[in-house]
């Protein structure tokens, strides 16, 4: 990547091609003081306001500065290489390879949990691995006075559903929903039916004296890739069709639309939603359903096999963080005469981790 300057002028040049940067560009990016608060980096001035002909009246580039004063007589120094980061987006979480794997995973992305975790480098790997993988498992997370709150907390904000600020996940009488019994779950992901659906989800397993109970997970990625190869119609069918998910329980009806894979404006990954105990197909064309439902078996076979899923058993103090738009989840059956299995959840947004990840990668220098 390049600068150059012609004319008063300036130029962006990267792999061959040359491109002029907008004036205005450059005229937005004014860091002076009166410009520019340096503790928030946020602006001074409403660049709105500014007058649209803004024209460059002088430039000059050193090694690695470009100074710029404007006709509105505003005056810059700005570094190069901020120009090049924003150009390459190389802050962008998106831009960390998603690793695609099956039940041959052996490696369980473990992390120590110790005192100033958070503010630690060791959690930035962490959350480098949560990116490639869709999970991390930190061990000896304290078990007292529901610290899943503080450990959620401390890298973002809790999700607040109607389940609550967290949620307990033990079998129980009357359940609203099957994770509150001892019955196997299936891998789906969870509350697909909200909008927007909670983007990562947390599982902290406080009690665990049964046999069974082992934890499930399905890299929906990975499974979306082999569809889009294996069965092509399958996969535009349903990247393309909308159904509801609805939840319902005495004091609230949720319902959302969406793709059972769902692709970003690019035609890449975004999100997987499945459930099949919520969802609801809308009523088209029979053809086109005939199409629909023999994707959607062949997508729940795939989730379902033992060739993409791993079984782990989680013990006291393991929590596992988990990409509920990329992974799905569940568990076998357990015997609850055997014991206690006690696990806690609760939900964050993705631009907690991002924003921790960032800030870390600010910190570190990485
Ligand atoms: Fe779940």
Redesign the pocket.
Known sequence: MKIELKDNKVFFENQGLKKEIHPFWLRERVNGDIHLDKKTQQRLFDPTELKKDVKIENLNLSKNFLEITFNDGSYTKLEIQNIFKEFANVNDVKYINKVEWDSSLKNLNNFEFKDNFFEEEEMYKALIYFYKYGFVIFKNVPTQNNFIVKFANSIGSIRRTNFGEFFDVKSKPNPNDL?YTSLS?AP???NPYRNPVPCI?MLHCIKNEVSGGLSTLVDGYTVTQKLKKKFPDYYKILSEIKVRFQFVDNSVILEDWSEMIQLDTNGDFKQVRFSPRLDFVPLIDKEKLEIFYSARKKLSELYNSKEYRIEFKLSPGDLLMMDNYRLL??RTSYDTNEGYRFLQGCYIDYDSTEGKLKHLKRKFNL
Request: hydrophobic share 25%.
């Open positions: 994770a779950l789906h992901t969870d989800q989840h569940g």
